[in-house]
T-cell receptor
Framework: ETGVTQTPRHLVMGMTNKKSLKCEQH?????MYWYKQSAKKPLELMFV???????ENNSVPSRFSPECPNSSHLFLHLHTLQPEDSALYLC?????????????FGPGTRLTVL | GESVGLHLPTLSVQEGDNSIINCAYS??????FIWYKQESGKGPQFIID?????DKRQGQRVTVLLNKTVKHLSLQIAATQPGDSAVYFC????????????FGRGTSLIVHP
């Protein structure tokens, strides 16, 4: 276990549904991240939060909406998704944020959009 | 643009052999590099890292080599075991202060018993 948990592990949703992904870290870290992992593509950084403030939004469509209520919890709210949004969504945390920080990943949520 | 890439998408080895996974990067200002292992159904796990002021770092059965001249990174796994079968990613930590690490596409390591 890495100290980062994600729920649900699997999610199937229609294009008109609204759902949320949850991430929780038990490592006392100050930065949290959302990544998208599609088959045969590099990990794509979506959002970065440092001390509960969003510090990076990597040109992600507005149908993805992050929320970071405190340094231990991170949510990704989903609405009116498209089939091409089907992927593994990974959450990670790191001590302080920044490109030289080691990130610890959760197991991911496998999302399928019908 | 800046990129991190992997030379081979799949590497097959016999149990007990040594494995070498390669990675190229293009940002000469990068000063931190990480290798991650991702097993099926799990998120990436940190294996080993190296900073640009070093050219070699060893862990338990793993060694990372950094050649800044040709901007090349490699991960060596000694006495490869079936449990080493996974996808391995290199990541460029980027410049200090940057929040955006850059990940390679990944190499799938298959270990045959």
């Amino acid at each position: 276990e890495t100290g980062v948990t994600q729920t649900p592990r699997h999610l199937v949703m229609g294009m008109t549904n609204k759902k949320s992904l949850k991430c929780e870290q038990h490592l006392g870290h100050n930065a949290m991240y959302w990544y998208k992992q599609s088959a045969k593509k590099p990990l794509e950084l979506m959002f970065v939060y440092s001390l509960e403030e969003r510090v990076e939004n990597n040109s992600v469509p507005s149908r993805f909406s992050p929320e970071c209520p405190n340094s231990s919890h991170l949510f990704l709210h989903l609405h009116t998704l498209q089939p091409e949004d089907s992927a593994l969504y990974l959450c990670a945390s790191s001590q302080a944020g920044g490109g030289t920080d080691t990130q610890y990943f959760g197991p991911g949520t496998r999302l399928t959009v019908l | 643009g800046e990129s991190v890439g992997l030379h081979l998408p799949t590497l097959s080895v016999q149990e007990g052999d040594n494995s070498i996974i390669n990675c190229a990067y293009s940002n000469s200002a990068s000063d931190y590099f990480i290798w991650y292992k991702q097993e099926s159904g799990k998120g990436p796990q940190f294996i080993i890292d190296i900073r640009s002021n070093m050219d070699k770092r060893q862990g338990q059965r793993v060694t990372v080599l950094l050649n800044k001249t040709v901007k090349h990174l490699s991960l060596q796994i000694a006495a490869t075991q079936p449990g080493d079968s996974a996808v391995y990613f290199c990541a460029e930590g980027g410049n200090r202060g940057s929040y955006i690490p850059t990940f390679g596409r990944g190499t799938s390591l298959i270990v045959h018993p």
